[in-house]
């Protein structure tokens, strides 16, 4: 499947940014077997004074850039054309969840993706009590781990209600699942820690959704969205994969990777400061063209 991605972020100040410093991750990742970057370009307004290319621990791709001029708005944009390749049927080979534990043990490297990483607490990740009671109630009848990471994704989506306005961008984990509503971003970290909780790695992925308008009605432009959904280590044999919880499926050609991470603080978008007073909106727009 080959998409045409166009995103655009843009943060209006009632007040000029005398100066800024931002980190992002906004374009979609070039990842064999997976993933094909065709073409991707970032533009940027203001011009930035000072603006680096490089890749973080992740292999995540990132562009660190420098304002240094007043403006009263920031827009970030992206074009790119992506190939989403097709997995084929998932083939579980994964052990227990009991036994989960010593095969991450017998993993003996420190890459970027050893399990290692994904197990404890992180800046967005806290283990809870509750969480853990769930995500042990939720997989008492996965035969392995791999079922574990189904019946805990299939048991979040019928428990937790999608609501864009219960939460924000800094909203905890246990606070949203507490009160069981919450975005994909909510969901995300909610699985995270029951997972860990279990003893599973697990990790955030973020990216695109190819939206599907409703039967007769027309696709609208910039509709579509940035979303979130998780990475779980099944042990050697099968490795990483994905799940999206809030619409209860393993991850497919619909999904287009930008950026993985322990939580959201390893992949957001636009991560930095700015000087200025007063307040300020974001905008954003996602279109996510099919091309065959």
Known sequence: MIYDIRMEIEYSYDRPAASGRNLLRLMPADLPLEQRLIA????????PREWLGGSDFFQNVTNEV???????????SVQARVERMLRGGWLDMSPRLDLLEREVADYREL????PHH????????????????YGIEATANAA????????LGQALHRDMTFDAEATTVDTPASEA??????VCQDFTHIMITCLRSLGMPAGYVSGFLRT???????????????HA???AWCGHEMGWVEYDPTNAVHVSMDHVVIARGRDYSDVAPVKGVSRSSGAHTTRQSVDVEVLD
């Open 40 to 47: 991707g370009s970032l533009t940027i307004e203001p011009q």
């Open 66 to 76: 420098v304002f240094d001029t007043p403006h009263k708005t920031t827009l970030f």
């Open 111 to 114: 890459d970027p993706w050893a």
């Open 118 to 133: 994904f197990l404890g607490t992180s800046p967005r990740i806290a283990f809870d009590p509750e969480m853990k009671a």
């Open 144 to 151: 392995t781990a791999f079922d574990a990471v189904e019946a």
């Open 177 to 182: 699942f507490a009160n069981r509503h919450g």
């Open 212 to 226: 599907v308008p409703p039967e007769g009605q027309p696709r609208l432009e910039g509709a579509d969205a940035m």
């Open 229 to 231: 959904w998780v990475r």
